[in-house]
């Protein structure tokens, strides 16, 4: 993106052209120019891969949750027990089964920025995914072995491990929505989202759990859970959730769908984004033709200057005019006789 661009004569004469908005105005100033000028361009653009600080200031955002934001803003609202600050942080609370709070879109949130930046890495390989799929199988087995690690894989307690994870889910999701991403195109990642989300509430609603009925959503008698109990290796942690795991088998299913729907975000502020740098490249072309064409201009007023301070005749200073003041008479005096006395 253009940002500045200075035509200058050193020393001299200056045009600035500096943006004032996102649309194509500009403001130029000038500097007299001297007699020796010598012509410079200096034009600083933005790089175009740099980062996009929406997505990180949005990133840094849910981080500040997720690390421990959510103490710190109860610890303040303690401070001042009022019905309204009770409620508020009752928002900073994952609810018990049933519907959500603020705090339970902070996950979420997350895995809809790890979409995001998808484009933004990966689109150069659309049109040869088999190039892509080592670099993401990667990062998915490199993440998924750091979340295993932090639930305790160093103890070599296999039948008490936790496979199931934040970071885990981070991984399978991205990998997932990464393959489905080189290889669809935008179409097909839409269809791709809305199938597996009314897959998933088909699977829900429709398929009875052993010995059970179909369409349980209720916390001992829902699939998810069932499924979990049953294939999910090592140990089902009370405290995430007890009759499966928060982070389980089929509850996976739509996070996958909510990765691809930052993907879908991210292709298109990455397309916002390629318009405005073709805009500003145009810009730019037009910006360069008109300064110089500005210094021709320049050039050409400052030879004429140049050629009449080499013309002009040197300067004479002209003699003081004797004065004339009638009826006053001025005598030479005499210093000789001054002298003789001495």
Same mark, same amino acid.
């Given at each position: 993106?253009?940002?500045?661009?200075?035509?200058?004569?050193?020393?001299?004469?200056?045009?600035?052209?500096? /943006?004032?908005?996102?649309?194509?105005?500009?403001?130029?100033?000038?500097?007299?120019?001297?007699?020796?000028?010598?012509?410079?361009?200096?034009?600083?653009?933005?790089?175009?891969?740099?980062?996009?600080?929406?997505?990180?200031?949005?990133?840094?955002?849910?981080?500040?949750?997720?690390?421990?934001?959510?103490?710190?803003?109860?610890?303040?609202?303690?401070?001042?027990?009022?019905?309204?600050?009770?409620?508020?942080?009752?928002?900073?609370?994952?609810?018990?089964?049933?519907?959500?709070?603020?705090?339970?879109?902070?996950?979420?949130?997350?895995?809809?920025?790890?979409?995001?930046?998808?484009?933004?890495?990966?689109?150069?390989?659309?049109? /040869?995914?088999?190039?892509?799929?080592?670099?993401?199988?990667?990062?998915?087995?490199?993440?998924?072995?750091?979340?295993?690690?932090?639930? +305790?894989?160093?103890?070599?307690?296999?039948?008490?491990?936790?496979?199931?994870?934040?970071?885990?889910?981070?991984?399978?999701?991205?990998?997932?929505?990464?393959?489905?991403?080189?290889?669809?195109?935008?179409?097909?990642?839409?269809?791709?989202?809305?199938?597996?989300?009314?897959?998933?509430?088909?699977?829900?609603?429709?398929?009875?759990?052993?010995? +059970?009925?179909?369409?349980?959503?209720?916390?001992?008698?829902?699939? +998810?859970?069932?499924?979990?109990?049953?294939?999910?290796?090592?140990?089902?942690?009370?405290?995430?959730?007890?009759?499966?795991?928060?982070?389980?088998?089929?509850?996976?299913?739509?996070?996958?769908?909510?990765?691809?729907?930052?993907?879908?975000?991210?292709?298109?502020?990455?397309?916002?984004?390629?318009?405005?740098?073709?805009?500003?490249?145009?810009?730019?072309?037009?910006?360069?033709?008109?300064?110089?064409?500005?210094?021709?201009?320049?050039?050409?007023?400052?030879?004429?200057?140049? /050629?009449?301070?080499?013309?002009?005749?040197?300067?004479?200073?002209?003699?003081?005019?004797?004065?004339?003041?009638?009826?006053?008479?001025?005598?030479?005096?005499?210093?000789?006789?001054?002298?003789?006395?001495?």
């Amino acid at each position: 993106m253009l940002s500045l661009v200075d035509y200058s004569v050193d020393g001299a004469a200056s045009l600035s052209y500096t /943006r004032l908005s996102s649309d194509e105005y500009f403001q130029i100033s000038s500097i007299p120019m001297n007699e020796q000028p010598v012509l410079t361009l200096s034009v600083k653009r933005l790089d175009q891969n740099s980062r996009l600080l929406s997505l990180d200031a949005l990133r840094g955002f849910d981080m500040f949750w997720i690390a421990g934001g959510d103490a710190l803003t109860t610890g303040i609202l303690s401070r001042f027990p009022l019905p309204t600050t009770e409620r508020l942080k009752d928002q900073l609370e994952h609810v018990d089964w049933e519907g959500f709070r603020f705090y339970d879109l902070i996950f979420p949130l997350f895995m809809f920025l790890v979409g995001c930046v998808i484009p933004f890495s990966l689109e150069k390989f659309q049109e /040869r995914p088999a190039s892509a799929y080592s670099r993401i199988q990667r990062r998915t087995a490199l993440l998924f072995l750091l979340g295993v690690i932090a639930n +305790g894989l160093l103890k070599f307690d296999f039948a008490n491990l936790r496979y199931a994870g934040v970071l885990q889910r981070i991984a399978i999701c991205y990998g997932t929505g990464a393959i489905l991403f080189v290889n669809l195109k935008l179409r097909g990642q839409a269809i791709a989202v809305a199938g597996i989300l009314l897959g998933y509430w088909a699977v829900l609603a429709l398929v009875p759990v052993l010995g +059970g009925t179909a369409g349980d959503f209720t916390k001992e008698g829902n699939l +998810g859970g069932h499924l979990d109990r049953t294939f999910l290796p090592g140990k089902i942690m009370q405290a995430y959730y007890g009759y499966g795991d928060k982070e389980g088998l089929l509850s996976t299913i739509p996070a996958v769908a909510t990765v691809l729907l930052g993907a879908l975000a991210g292709r298109w502020l990455k397309s916002l984004r390629s318009d405005r740098n073709e805009r500003d490249h145009d810009l730019h072309r037009t910006m360069l033709r008109r300064l110089r064409q500005d210094g021709h201009l320049l050039r050409q007023r400052n030879r004429r200057t140049q /050629r009449r301070l080499e013309h002009r005749r040197p300067h004479r200073r002209k003699p003081l005019r004797k004065m004339a003041f009638p009826g006053l008479r001025v005598s030479q005096p005499d210093f000789s006789k001054a002298v003789g006395k001495r």
